[in-house]
């Protein structure tokens, strides 16, 4: 928390309240809640692995203790601040899959569904927020919004079709879901 807290000082001595610089802090995942308002007041992008949250879970009261570990991966609260926030796997060391990414995102377990009711779940993100995470809002933090990141004419049409309705099926059948279909530039390429 203490290198997040030192970065975000260091921001807000260099950025004014009203940039556009898209400055992040990438790992964003354990913010002492006294110093959320930095990525508000000075527009930096918090950016966070869901993954890691449902990973880290096992050990992280050991290494963080009861206090620190309340506050840590606070998706929706680092998700108020700007009302965005961008959404990565950290792969290798998490998996690369992206529907993985967005059932840790919304669910907060891990593979086998534990647990289950979720790893501090008042933090999770919704359905909506997480693909958005994982899409345009992926694209926005890297100035790409206007090229990808949503299926709108004139943008790169990279889009998958999966066998599950990421909207309405359940927590297994995410984590399970296939590809039926690729696209890249607008060709279906698997």
């Known amino acids: 928390m203490l290198q997040i807290k030192k970065s975000l000082q260091i921001y807000s001595k260099v950025l004014n309240k009203d940039n556009q610089r898209r400055?992040?802090?990438e790992h964003a995942q354990v913010v002492h809640p006294n110093d959320l308002h930095f990525f508000r007041e000075y527009n930096i992008i918090p950016s966070v692995q869901?993954?890691?949250?449902?990973?880290?879970?096992y050990w992280v009261k050991d290494r963080l203790g009861d206090i620190r570990m309340k506050n840590a991966y606070a998706y929706q609260s680092l998700l108020q601040q700007n009302n965005?926030?961008?959404l990565g796997t950290d792969f290798p060391v998490e998996d690369l899959n992206p529907l993985h990414t967005f059932y840790a995102a919304v669910?907060?377990?891990?593979?086998k569904g534990y647990p289950s009711e979720g790893f501090q779940i008042s933090e999770a993100l919704t359905r909506e927020q997480a693909l958005r995470g994982i899409t345009i809002w992926a694209a926005k933090s890297v100035f790409q919004e206007d090229e990808m990141g949503s299926l709108e004419i004139g943008k790169q049409a990279?889009?998958?079709?999966?066998?599950?309705?990421?909207?309405?099926?359940?927590?297994?059948?995410?984590?399970?879901a296939n590809v039926v279909?690729?696209?890249?530039?607008?060709?279906r390429m698997h």
């Open 23 to 25: 400055w992040r802090i």
């Open 50 to 57: 869901p993954s890691h949250a449902s990973s880290d879970m």
């Open 84 to 86: 965005w926030l961008p």
């Open 107 to 111: 669910f907060r377990k891990d593979s």
């Open 158 to 176: 990279n889009f998958v079709i999966l066998n599950q309705d990421l909207m309405q099926a359940k927590a297994s059948e995410i984590y399970n």
């Open 181 to 187: 279909a690729t696209f890249i530039w607008g060709t």
